[in-house]
């Protein structure tokens, strides 16, 4: 009812959703988007002893729209590959950076609301589903660990803290989706859990380090905090 199943040459199922899944999934946008908000302004009501959360109560139409381009121009870069695996991921031009912005500029609510929302919009762009948990592990959770880079909004270098933190979530939960679900593609004499620690982190170490180069150089980091000012005024 919710998705076709296909399988292809190689006897491997996948499932496409449907037209009445596609529904069902906006309604879960929708709803994950309003929790995501609320969330969003409890945990900024905290947040106000800091100079810089005195506009954080709540997120406003500018916050939105920061997300709202965040997610688009993330999802532009997922595009733009720079390295394609055979058995999915890739390393991409900044995507997982763009999509941690949020975070750093709004805080976790912000952040998880924009991670998560971006993960089902690539489900419903580019779908890979094995199995109906795996696009929980995969599309929900992976990307939108990506907003934890919101705990550190007001740390100190907490650009950077914040991206390797929403690195570090996606890793968690890839590398859960690979050995749960992918381990019948682990290498000959690799055991599962290697196998994904080692696949998984192959593409998204290597865009992180590619994109911790980038942020070392103080112009770019000094850039991003008068936008994150920008966005907050």
């Known amino acids: 009812m919710f998705y076709n199943v296909v399988v292809n040459d190689w006897d491997e199922t996948t499932y496409v959703p449907t037209t009445l899944g596609n529904i069902l999934l906006a309604i879960v946008i929708i709803a994950l988007l309003c929790c995501a908000v609320i969330f969003a302004r409890k945990y900024a009501a905290k947040q106000k002893e800091s100079d810089t959360q005195t506009n954080r109560g709540r997120l406003t139409v500018k916050q939105l729209a920061f997300c709202a381009m965040s997610i688009a121009l993330g999802t532009v870069l997922s595009n733009v590959k720079l390295f394609d695996l055979p058995y999915g991921g890739s390393i991409t031009l900044l995507s997982m950076f763009v999509i941690c912005l949020p975070g750093y500029f709004f805080g976790l609510g912000a952040g998880l609301m924009t991670g998560v929302a971006h993960g089902i919009l690539q489900l419903l762009i ?62 000959e004499g690799w055991a599962p859990l ?40």
């Open 126 to 187: 580019d779908p890979y589903v094995l199995y109906p948990m795996q696009f929980v592990v995969d599309y929900l959770l992976a990307f939108g660990a990506l907003g934890l880079s919101g705990i550190f909004c007001n740390s100190k270098f907490g650009l950077i803290k914040g991206y390797i933190a929403g690195i570090l979530g996606r890793y968690v939960f890839t590398v859960i989706s690979g050995w749960i679900f992918f381990g019948a593609y682990a290498w």
């Open 194 to 233: 290697p196998y994904s620690l080692a696949y998984n982190g192959s593409y998204i170490f290597s865009e992180t380090v590619i994109t911790l180069i980038i942020l070392s150089v103080p112009a770019v980091r000094n850039g991003l905090a008068r936008v994150k000012v920008m966005a907050l005024s």
